[in-house]
C-alpha cells in the first residue's frame, strides 16, 4: 500500500489497493495528490480535520464510509474513483465527526455531503466534473424536478427506514439534502452560508447536533429566522413555483405581479436587464424572516416585506432613458422553482 504524507494538513494518506492491471494502478496513483487537494481545500472551506490519518480502502461494494476510512470498489473510471473517495471522506465531517442521527437525520448526513462534495468538485475538480459554476448543483436540482413528477416524493423527516420507495429516500436524502443547503446560501447569503457551516463545524463536532442546532447557529449567522424554511422544506412536500405576470406598462412605469402558485413561500430575487446588457437586482423578502439577505456588497435592491399568506405581490418599475429589456425571477436557479417557463417577462 501507498502512503502520502500531507505536511500542511499535518496529515497522512494511505491507499491499500490491490495492483490487478496498469489502468487500476495509474488510477490510484493520481488519486493520491488530489486527496490531498481535497483535504487542503475541505479543512479550509468545511473546518479542519481533527486526526493524522485517513485510508482509502480498495473493497467492500460501491463505496462506505468509516472513521478515518473508506473502502470503495476499485476498479472504476478516474472520475468515479475520485468522485466516490471525496464524497465517502467528506463523511468524516457530515456524520462522523458531528454526529447527527443517520436514521432520522439523513438528509443532514447524505444531503450535506453531497452538497459539499459538489462544491469541492466545483471549486478544485471542475475540468474533469463541468458543473456549472454559477449553481455547482444544478444537476440535483434537475434530479428532484423530474423525481416529483412521479408522485413518490415523501418528506424529508421520514425515519430513513420507513420511506416507501428506495428513490424516495435517496432523492430526499442525497438530493433535495443538498439543495437544502444550496437554497440556504440563496436564503441568507453564500458567504453567510459557509461562515456558518464552519462555525456549526466548530461549535458542534462531537456533540451529536439535531436540525434545530444547525438552524440556530444559521439564524445566529445570518441576522433572520429560518424556522419556516425547515417546516416547509424538511417537514412537507411542499413545492416552490412563482411566475412573473406584466400588469401594465407606459412612458414612465412598469407594473409587475409576481404570483405563489407553490404552496412553499420563499423570497424573490428579480432580475432586471436593460438593453445595454447592464442590470439591477431586486429582492422581496418573506416578512417571516424579520431580516434581509446579507447586501453588505449592495447588489441588491430592497423591496417592501411579502406577508407570506398573501398569495401575490405587485411592485412598480420607473421608466428611465434605458429601456428594459427582460424582467425574471430566480435568474440564479438556486431557488428550486418547479416550473420556470412563467419566469420571465421579455419585451420586443
Ligand atoms: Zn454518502
Known amino acids: 500500500h501507498d502512503i502520502l504524507k500531507v505536511d500542511s494538513e499535518d496529515?497522512?494518506?494511505?491507499?491499500?489497493?490491490?495492483?490487478?492491471?496498469?489502468e487500476m494502478v495509474s488510477n490510484w496513483k493520481r488519486l493520491q495528490d488530489d486527496t490531498a487537494d481535497a483535504f487542503r481545500y475541505i479543512n479550509k472551506k468545511f473546518g479542519k480535520y481533527p486526526y493524522t490519518k485517513y485510508s482509502v480502502i480498495q473493497?467492500?461494494?460501491g463505496g462506505m464510509e468509516y472513521p478515518m476510512a473508506t473502502l470503495?470498489?476499485?476498479?472504476r473510471s478516474y472520475p468515479s474513483l475520485l468522485s466516490v473517495t471525496i464524497h465517502e471522506l467528506i463523511h468524516s465531517w457530515y456524520q462522523m465527526l458531528l454526529g447527527t442521527n443517520e436514521s432520522y437525520l439523513a438528509w443532514m448526513d447524505e444531503g450535506f455531503t453531497s452538497f459539499a462534495q459538489n462544491i469541492t468538485f466545483n471549486d478544485e475538480f471542475n475540468e474533469i466534473y463541468n458543473l456549472n459554476s454559477i449553481n455547482p448543483l444544478?444537476?440535483?436540482y434537475n434530479r428532484y424536478y423530474t423525481f416529483i413528477k412521479s408522485g413518490l416524493e415523501e418528506p424529508l423527516s421520514t425515519h430513513s427506514d420507513h420511506f416507501s420507495?428506495?428513490?424516495a429516500y435517496?432523492?430526499?436524502?442525497?438530493t433535495k439534502g443538498a439543495i437544502f443547503l444550496m437554497q440556504l446560501g440563496y436564503i441568507i447569503g453564500e458567504n453567510k452560508l459557509f461562515k456558518g457551516l464552519r462555525r456549526y463545524y466548530n461549535e458542534w463536532k462531537f456533540k451529536h447536533p439535531d436540525e434545530y442546532d444547525f438552524l440556530r447557529i444559521m439564524e445566529k449567522e445570518g441576522g433572520i429566522e429560518l424556522d419556516w424554511y425547515i417546516d416547509y422544506w424538511v417537514k412537507t412536500t411542499h413545492q416552490i413555483d412563482y411566475s412573473l405576470e406584466l400588469n401594465k406598462k407606459d412612458q414612465n412605469k412598469i407594473s409587475v405581479s409576481?404570483?405563489?402558485i407553490g404552496k412553499m413561500p420563499m423570497p424573490i430575487e428579480v432580475e432586471v436587464l436593460y438593453e445595454d446588457f447592464s442590470s439591477e437586482n431586486y429582492y422581496i423578502p418573506l416578512s417571516i424572516m424579520r431580516g434581509e439577505k446579507d447586501n453588505s456588497d449592495n447588489k441588491l435592491i430592497i423591496l417592501e416585506d411579502w406577508e407570506w399568506v398573501n398569495e401575490s405581490y405587485q411592485f412598480n418599475l420607473d421608466m428611465s432613458d434605458k429601456e428594459i429589456k427582460k424582467i425574471e425571477i430566480n435568474p440564479s436557479g438556486e431557488m428550486a422553482d418547479i416550473d420556470k417557463s412563467n419566469n420571465i417577462i421579455e419585451f420586443e
Open 59 to 61: 473493497g467492500g461494494d
Open 11 to 22: 496529515l497522512e494518506l494511505h491507499f491499500y489497493y490491490q495492483k490487478t492491471n496498469d
Open 138 to 140: 444544478e444537476r440535483s
Open 258 to 260: 409576481i404570483n405563489r
Open 165 to 167: 420507495t428506495n428513490q
Open 170 to 174: 435517496g432523492v430526499g436524502s442525497y
Open 72 to 75: 470503495i470498489t476499485g476498479e
